[in-house]
């Protein structure tokens, strides 16, 4: 049973981790209808960018939460502006062009900002101070859960409960469920498209930035390439839930989280990153728009 | 008109110096620091900042003169009726001198390895082998339109047939050449029938994930393919019982593979016009009136997948005896992407483009090992510049047209 638990406690934990870069991608796919290949790599930005300002601020004398707190704003900031840039740079002159376009370009992008990264700081692994405080109210659960792992799961949940707001009520949610709903219309009736494409991409980023911070002190340890398979693995996510749809990216995050959990406590750990394509290939089999995703009917 | 043209002039200026200002806000914390954890030393680079500052300033405003330059072409295209054949394609077109080029080409092919190293010698054959690659893929993605972002894995498959049959039962490489065709063909099939629903974007995930399994059971099933060390060993091809010094083998291996190339471009092209290739290209363009023209789309896509890994299957038998050495780490997803910026730089569908592209993505980065370390991330450059400004490739392929002749009475 302990056993159960501990594995159950790290695939929430891991689910959270996924889910909060996989909204970037089900966000961005619902508005363009594209694979924003560098997403991956924002992340990863936003891990390297908070293990720099850190480091700065510690080594200049400061301690404890202002640590966290600055260098958690100044990486969601740039990891943001990233996303922005990258929409401008790479996507936005493709958009007439034909579907494989942009993909190939989201794959260049992916591959410069991995190799930007390397050859501007390290290819080695660095380091990542756990950024985290220890929390003592957590003391007598400490055989159950560690204050990482509830700090993860408890600002996932909150951010979750934040963006489903800033959806459904405000005006920006709005035009962002117009524009994902039908992109021509939208225009039509005076929603700015661009900017609602831009806000999704500096949303995006941001949770990617924050998912970011959040795994790289739970893991301890970053490099360039930490974002390719996180991102991978989180367009999974976001194709298992049903591209598109937030609350499937929620769902086929933490149900991805639970099957690597379970299938590296209980089968094997040299096959867990197979497991994630398994699960994939076999969901896309028998539901080919994924759990939440609903069915779009041709029109020829 | 002279005011207007420097207003013009000045208001790109100072929107270059946005951008460049932004791009060094942007670039800052990763280019200007660099912190040692270990240690404790933080590291100011400030020149970078004043390279970036001045490179993304030139940059913008080569880019915005070229897309301006793009928007006018276009226009220039439309009042031409929409043709647009590069020069390469109007020299293609012109028997004259198409053809003395194509026998300047083959004698050169021909007295390279005489006149040039081994080590020069191998690096050819690599490229002629990503000719062969490149042009398998095109079949799939170029012609069919499904994007295949897994090919390396019946890469893999070829290379690991032979590797595998020969270790076991000292099996050659003219035995295993068909055999590692045959694996990688089934493996072809074997992926197209769980995706045959699957459509664009999916597809493209689902074959990404099928590469990284193939490559994660290579890596940690031992008993089957003996881990990350992988397979040593393994043979060179042979001809009749000889023995054959390196730099002989080298340079029999450099026949064969044109032979391959040769033999590959003349199926590919013939497949091109076929009933099978026109059907591919009825697939690509729209599935549901693809269906309508009668065409099986599930044996269509089957025959896509199955064409295009044969190829695969094909050049990875000879990858492994060239390299005499097979393990999971030559068959990453990099290798699929490199395949795929191919077959997209050089022109997707078209066959002297893709030819181009193999030869100028492989041979570019061995003369310009000076610039080793940036080779991946002018790569990425290329691919997203590429994209924005030429996205038909080097050479664009031409449609078949058929023109009526109306006859004058």
Redesign the interface.
Known sequence: MDYFSELFVGGLTRGSIYALIALGYTMV?GII?L?NFAHGEIYM?GA??A???A??LT?SGMSGLSVLVLASV?AVI?SA??GF?VEK??YK??RQ?????????A???????????L????PDF??F?NLLPELTILEPYTGLIGSTEFIIIVSTAVIMVLLTLLIRYTRMGKAMRATAQDRNMAMLVGVNVNRVTSNTFIIGSALAAIGGILIASHIGRINFYIG?IAG?KA??AA?LGG?GSIPGAVLGALVLGFTESFGTGYV?S??E??F???L??LI??FK?SGLLGHTTS?K? | MSTLHATKYLEGLKHSAVISLWFMFLTFPIMVIRVNTIENIIEWRWMNLIYIGCGSFFLSFLWRSLSERGTRKRKLIDARNGEDRSLVQRILGERKIYLPTLGVIAVFTVIFPFFFSTYQTSIMTTALMYVVLGLGLNIVVGQAGLLNLGYVAFYAAGAYTYALLYQHFGIGFWIALPLGALAATLLGILLALPVLRLQGDYLAIVTLGFGEITRIVLENWNEFSFGPSGISGIPRPGLFDMEMSLHEATVYLYFLMILFCIITVFVVNRLQNSRIGRALLALREDEIACQAMGIDKTRIKLTAFALGSTWAGLVGVVFAAKTTFVNPASFTFLESAMILSIVVLGGMGSIPGIIIGAFLLILLPEYLRAFSDYRMLIFGIIMVIMMIFRPQGIIRSVRRTYKFHREEK
């Open positions: 796919y209808e694979i930005i390297f960018t293990l720099i300002v480091s700065v080594m100044v740039y502006a990233y840039t740079v790479a002159p493709l062009a034909s579907r494989l376009s942009p993909l190939i370009s794959i260049g992008m992916s591959i410069f900002l991995q190799n930007y990264v050859l501007a700081q390290t660095l380091p101070p390719f991978i367009f999974t194709v591209i094997s040299d096959y990153d197979a994630a394509f398994i994939l290939i896309l089999i080919p041709q020829v």
